[in-house]
């Protein structure tokens, strides 16, 4: 189990202070859905708009590469 899970309603990581997903859980997701890398895909488009009903404040643009930006 990580540490590195989001702290609600701010979105920092729990384990390092970061924006979440920090680099840490970024690797530990590339990890978890190395065979399934559109499950990964929509499982952070989820967390984009749970983050986004919270972060009200933060452009799309912004938290659209923090969420799903790093994806390949």
Sequence with gaps: MTTH???LPIWSCGGCGAP????T???E???EFADAPI????????QLVRASADLT?????TLHRRFLGWLR
Excluded: F, T
């Design 29 to 31: 997701l590339r990890a």
């Design 25 to 27: 859980r970024r690797r």
């Design 39 to 46: 499950s990964l895909a929509l499982y952070m488009g989820a």
């Design 20 to 23: 979440w997903p920090c680099p």
């Design 57 to 61: 404040w933060a452009p799309a643009g």
């Design 5 to 7: 899970g989001p702290v």
